[in-house]
């Protein structure tokens, strides 16, 4: 079955400067990529996505990387401000009707003033 | 409201009891997740449904967890004989075509067993 790792597990990055969080998936059939944010006491919520007919994806000071050959997706945050302050979870799933959705272990990101 | 909803929010139990935890997913949504978050940690996969059959429950830890969906909606996931080691925060989500869709988590029930 399909195996997510998540690098790093924590984060800490002066605030304006960039985040990075980067992903591997084992599944070479996963097609679809989401990104989750969660914040404390919540529930994880959708930020952005991308699936494996594009290789970047851009939503203002979010992005996401797709590279299908290495198996790899990669988050970056530029400009970081102290709301982004969150655990951020990377996922894989099958684009289709009928899939799980197979999250990373997560990255604790924190932004220091 | 139109969101996900758990409840309780809350359940502490004694060791050895039953527990049930109710997830009313979004309005037409037909698939469901369910994932368990011990303190810190990730999200573990337990089981998903599409509609009413569960194609994957590869992720249910024993046969203590069982879960149930009925009428595509509302779905109840059942702890028997809670151990210890079933605290965490146990999380639904609901989306509308399953893995290749966003999926809307609920806020989660703390499930702490005493």
């Known amino acids: 079955g399909e195996n997510v790792e998540q690098h790093p597990s924590t984060l800490s990055v002066q605030e304006g400067d960039s985040a990075v969080i980067k992903c591997t998936y084992s599944?070479?059939?996963?097609?679809?990529f989401p990104w989750y944010k969660q914040e404390l006491g919540k529930g994880p919520q959708l930020i952005i996505d991308?699936?494996?007919?594009?290789g970047e994806k851009k939503d203002q000071r979010i992005a996401v990387t797709l590279n299908k050959t290495a198996k790899h997706f990669s988050l970056h945050i530029t400009e970081t401000q102290p709301e982004d302050s969150a655990v951020y979870f990377c996922?894989?799933?099958?684009?289709?009707?009928?899939?799980?959705?197979?999250f990373g272990s997560g990255t604790r990101l924190s932004i220091r003033p | 409201g139109a969101g996900v909803s758990q409840s309780p929010s809350n359940k502490v139990t004694e060791k050895g009891k039953d527990v049930e935890l109710r997830c009313d997913p979004i309005s037409g949504h037909t698939a469901l997740y369910w994932y368990r978050q011990s303190l810190g940690q990730g999200l573990e996969f337990l089981i998903y449904?599409?509609?009413?059959?569960?194609?994957?429950k590869s992720g249910l830890p024993s046969d203590r967890f069982s879960a149930e969906r009925t009428g595509g909606s509302v779905s109840t996931l059942t702890i028997q004989r809670t151990q210890q080691e079933d605290s965490a925060v146990y999380l639904c989500?609901?989306?509308?075509?399953?893995?290749?869709?966003?999926?809307?988590f609920g806020q989660g029930t703390r499930l702490t067993v005493v």
């Open positions: 449904f599409q509609g009413n059959s569960a194609p994957d």
């Open positions: 989500a609901s989306s509308s075509q399953g893995g290749s869709t966003e999926a809307f």
């Open positions: 996922a894989a799933s099958l684009y289709s009707s009928a899939s799980k959705i197979i």
């Open positions: 991308i699936r494996s007919n594009v």
């Open positions: 599944d070479s059939a996963s097609n679809y």
